[in-house]
């Protein structure tokens, strides 16, 4: 069974900084074979897309993030990062590591990470 396992998370005043990993195991196919993303979901609200870099290193961000958050992916270490600057209140959310390929069967999660911005 494939696992994502996220790391990273915590709290952090407005203003700060974190970065977020997630570390792909048990993989069917070879990390670079898969699109990664980072959803995040606040307490009452829907799951939303955060950031997603796909198999050729394209990369997309929800309008709110941009310019403050940087997705990127290392295919020799099966791992995915999620750098977060300028966090803000609104930023507060469980993050959720997604490994999947498109129009297949093969979309996974990992078990979240808590980030919270607070002064």
């Known amino acids: 069974q494939v696992q994502l396992v996220e790391s990273g998370g915590g709290l952090v005043q407005p203003g700060g900084s974190l970065r977020l990993s997630c570390a792909a195991s048990?993989?069917?196919?070879?990390?670079?074979?898969?699109?990664m993303g980072w959803y995040r979901q606040a307490p009452g609200k829907q799951r939303e897309l955060v950031a997603r870099i796909t198999s050729f290193s394209s990369t997309n961000y929800v309008d709110s993030v941009k310019d403050r958050f940087t997705i990127s992916r290392d295919n020799a270490k099966n791992t995915v990062y999620l750098q977060m600057n300028s966090l803000k209140p609104e930023d507060t959310a469980v993050y959720y590591c997604?490994?999947?390929?498109?129009?297949?069967?093969?979309?996974?999660w990992g078990q979240g990470t808590q980030v919270t911005v607070s002064s």
């Open positions: 048990r993989l069917t196919f070879t990390f670079r074979s898969y699109d």
């Open positions: 997604n490994a999947r390929i498109p129009r297949s069967a093969n979309d996974y």
